[in-house]
T-cell receptor, first 115, second 114 residues
Framework: NAGVMQNPRHLVRRRGQEARLRCSPMKGHSHVYWYRQLPEEGLKFMVY????????ESGMPKERFSAEFPKEGPSILRIQQVVRGDSAAYFC?????????????FGSGTRLTVV | EDKVVQSPLSLVVHEGDTVTLNCSYEVTNFRSLLWYKQEKKAPTFLFML????IEKKSGRLSSILDKKELSSILNITATQTGDSAIYLC??????????????FGRGTQLTVWP
């Protein structure tokens, strides 16, 4: 049973381009969480999704960022018109039920570098 | 403001030393506290603590929650170079739709020298 798969592992984008980060949850997990880790900071919650629904997006910047978790396929975190401040590690976690923490499995992250 | 605060931010010890990492949290609607170990990849789960005063152990690692002091400690005895990592503390709060969200501290960077 593969763990949470994130790709790409590393992504380099020029300012103004779009970044698409993918997360395939563990089999049987229907709850997906995205976190961002800025340099020298802890992980910050961004968004919580279930299949086809955004449950809590209160951690998402209001502009340029969006997330989806379609019925089929991975969850996508999309960042439009990237800026240098978007450079960070983006982690996805999945769980089978919305209890958080104990049931979480984290992916290895996507490291986004904006040049 | 930060709901979870860790200290120290970094720690350097020699193999064989014992270390204690600290985590304090905000009290409002607190439910549980978790510890993770992060090497250069995914954070891996260590402990989840909900009840005060009950120690959880896994090999050389142990952790305990003190609800009176709003804090937790993570102890690592007889440290090894493989313990070098960032140790993350996170809290879950009971707030309806935010159930499931983790609030992380900034982490403690532990370096163990041979």
């Amino acid at each position: 049973n593969a763990g949470v798969m994130q790709n790409p592992r590393h992504l380099v984008r020029r300012r103004g381009q779009e970044a698409r980060l993918r997360c395939s949850p563990m089999k049987g997990h229907s709850h997906v969480y995205w976190y961002r880790q800025l340099p020298e900071e802890g992980l910050k919650f961004m968004v919580y999704l279930q299949k086809e629904n955004i449950i809590d997006e209160s951690g998402m910047p209001k502009e340029r960022f969006s997330a989806e978790f379609p019925k089929e396929g991975p969850s996508i975190l999309r960042i439009q018109q990237v800026v240098r401040g978007d450079s960070a590690a983006y982690f996805c976690a999945s769980s089978p039920i919305p209890t958080g923490g104990y049931g979480y499995t984290f992916g290895s992250g996507t490291r986004l570098t904006v040049v | 403001e930060d709901k979870v605060v860790q200290s120290p931010l970094s720690l350097v010890v020699h193999e064989g030393d014992t270390v204690t990492l600290n985590c304090s949290y905000e009290v409002t609607n607190f439910r549980s506290l978790l510890w993770y170990k992060q090497e250069k990849k995914a954070p891996t789960f260590l402990f989840m603590l909900t009840s005060s005063g009950i120690e959880k152990k896994s090999g050389r690692l142990s952790s305990i929650l003190d609800k009176k002091e709003l804090s937790s400690i993570l102890n690592i005895t007889a440290t090894q170079t493989g313990d070098s990592a960032i140790y993350l503390c996170a809290a879950i709060f009971d707030r309806g739709s935010t159930l499931g969200r983790l609030y992380f501290g900034r982490g403690t960077q532990l370096t163990v020298w041979p």
